[in-house]
């Protein structure tokens, strides 16, 4: 029996990613991926788009958003998925979240221009364009006018904390993310846990916070962390009776760790997020 390809978690250019959300989905197809999320940041502005193309091209589609939350002074984001996209509380509470990346944005150019990198804001619009700006579009930017060779150097030399692009940022509550998900009848997930380098009593904490508020699931498969973490988070999963995601976190070619809809089947004991959806069931038949 052929494994039914289902990757749900990854970007277009409505927020961080290379490819419109029509391309995503097509390039999916190519991928033979038969279940897609599109996942981007803080905005579900591509949605329409991508489900149009999605139901064009026979594919599964699941509303999806990636939201940035501030937990334990830390940067998480929770992935929430299978959501009514019209719900007015999300769409306002991802606005406000967006008006904060805006001002974020300023300050790494503020800071790029203390270090003698002139027109970094301007800069970043450009590779932005319509969406919202975020550090790939600075780290773009500064690859480009030859400040680093790369996407990972620029993001080591400039804007991880300690460099002059860094800005600390306070972003929603673990609370106020799960509640913006499930308010709008959704599902709430960890996206990639191994990227968070909690060690062995934070993740837990973390876990049951989560389980405590509404929290549906985690990414215990992700393009954005090693596979040899998949067996650590979905025993945590399954501990704190929580449901198994996986996704590429595919922006583009050339800025992914992993190709779209290049995740390993998941493994026996994961119970999959998308048991609790009736639309699952062509595929597994």
């Known amino acids: 029996m052929n494994i039914p390809i289902i990757d749900l978690h990854c970007h277009s250019n409505v927020s961080d990613g290379l490819l419109s959300p029509a391309e995503l989905i097509a390039h999916a197809a190519e991928n033979n991926v038969q279940a897609i999320a599109l996942t981007d940041h803080d905005d579900i502005a591509g949605l329409n788009e991508a489900e ?3 139901d064009r091209l026979n594919i599964i589609f699941i509303n999806g958003v990636e939201i940035s939350v501030t937990w334990n002074k830390r940067t998480l984001h929770i992935v929430g998925l299978n959501f009514d996209k019209e719900n007015k509380q999300l769409f306002k509470g991802l606005k406000k979240i967006r008006d904060g990346r805006q001002v974020r944005a300023q300050l ?6 203390m270090a003698g990198i002139q027109g970094a804001m301007d800069g970043a619009k450009s590779y932005a364009k319509n969406s919202t700006i975020g550090r790939i579009h600075f780290a773009q930017f500064l690859v480009a006018q030859g400040y680093a060779k790369n996407i990972g150097a620029v993001f080591k030399k400039f804007l991880t904390p300690g460099k002059p692009g860094y800005v600390e940022h306070e972003w929603i509550s673990l609370e106020e993310s799960i509640q913006l ?3 709008a009848g959704g599902d709430a997930i960890i996206a990639h846990p191994g990227r968070y380098d909690m060690g062995g ?4 904490k973390l876990f049951q916070e989560f389980k405590d508020l509404g929290g549906a699931g985690v990414e215990v498969m992700s393009g954005s962390q090693d596979p040899s973490q998949t067996n650590y988070f979905l025993k945590l999963a399954n501990n704190f009776d929580l449901l198994s995601s996986c996704g590429s976190d595919f922006h583009g070619k050339g800025i992914s760790h992993r190709a779209l809809g290049n995740i390993r089947e998941l493994p026996n004991e994961a119970i999959p997020i998308w ?5 699952f069931e062509t595929i597994f038949h």
């Open 181 to 183: 998900i499930n308010d």
């Open 201 to 204: 009593k934070l993740y837990p």
């Open 275 to 279: 048991t609790k959806w009736n639309r």
């Open 108 to 113: 790494m150019a503020n800071g790029l221009g």
């Open 52 to 54: 149009i193309e999605a």
